[in-house]
């Protein structure tokens, strides 16, 4: 360093003096390290001064956590003293006063102190004192906890508890935490934690408490390790008990049915283990058991006024039970109108699209045939042609020559002549009469009884 960095050190180094303002002369990064049992460690120290214009003096030295100190190091820049005991298990970083720990081992955890006197050159009768102080823990990774449960096998809702353990085979400063279906447990008042949150208690256990168990394991070294998951299962009920049938018409407690018709009853509850269920008759004051299962079958022509039912659940392992009764009423329920809208509205869209699928078609036809046949021309000379003409079928002149075969008389009564001119085909097919002051012509038809064999001959 020339002349003018020397000054301005100088200049620095004396304003420090008169301010006594605090200079940061050394930094450590980290003043806490979490070291790996077996592995190398690092307590790095950065100095911020010009070594080669400076003289240092120091030492590290170790109180552990029983209290007792060691000396592990002395240095100066020009030499360093390593303690006999920490010569191969130590490494100084010169010059940085950095130290090095080979391999930890539990004897290495506690707090090391680093004392540092640094005089420059340019100033006479000045000392500056540096000290710090590294906390080092030493842990051992945490292995695969285990989880147990007592007692083994599923328990009973409001009658038992239950105790949770999680323990590691190896892992130092272990911190546990407790889930079920994969979500955190806290304290309650039915659940309780050990000091170190190794032990969950449930007392009592309740329905909500069945799940998954496990726990995780973890330390400053060692990121959460889970557990096997166990389950745990809890007897209880039976709770919110139902009677429901799909037919009939139910109001509140009473259900009413039409005269004839047959009706099923289910009756359900939560439970575990599933429940045994009775279904019980009440009529004129007597009270008798139909049948056991959740399903009952009624035939309404058997009832002859209102009668009361009973569904009764009863879970043999909690030994609780519940009851839900209804009334059986028969009465007509007309034309089942309600139905038939509901069933409707369920098929509105298919009914919809259906309909509108034929209205499109019948439209498209409709397009067809007027562009094609042209109907109101065909209309037009049906109208128009001659009512003989509309009526007659239409002939070639040859195809009717068996209708036409006969014997004719003509019979003349005295007129006009001249009009009486016609062919024997056009007066067979006279139909009425034209005019009074004409001649008419009375024609009459022999036909042979055998026409094709007339024919022949």
Known sequence: MGATGGSALYVCSLLFILTEASSEFIHIPSLVHHGVEGKPLLLSVETRFPLDEVEIQGTWSLTRPSGSRSTLVTFTKAATITDMMYRNHLVFREPNVSLQIRELTPDDEGDYHLKLNIEFHNRTGRVIKEERTVHVTVDVPVSSPVIEKSPTSAVVEDKANVTWRCSVENGTRVVFQWLRDNMALA???????????????????????????????????????????????????PYNLEVNSGQGLRTGEVFTINPGELVFFECQADSNPPNSYVWISKSRNVTQVITEGPRLEVRSYRLAQAEEYLCRAF??????????????????????????????SSLSPLAAITVSSLFIIGCMLLVFIRRTCHPKRVLMSIYNRPLTEQKRPHRSGHEDATEDFGIYEFISIPGKMESAQASCRSLARLESVQDMHTTIYDVIRHVPETPTHSLLQ
Do not use: M, W
């Open 187 to 237: 304290p309650s008042d039915r659940y309780h934690f050990s000091q170190d949150n190794s032990t969950l208690f449930i007392s009592p256990v309740r329905k909500e408490d069945k799940g998954t168990y496990s726990c995780l394991a973890s330390n400053p070294v060692s990121r959460g390790r889970p557990s096997r998951a166990v389950d745990l299962n809890v007897y209880y009920g």
């Open 315 to 344: 879970n043999n392992v909690t030994q609780k039970q519940d009851e839900a009764q209804f009334t059986l009423v028969v009465a007509s329920l007309g034309t089942g109108k309600e139905k038939h809208t509901q069933e409707g």
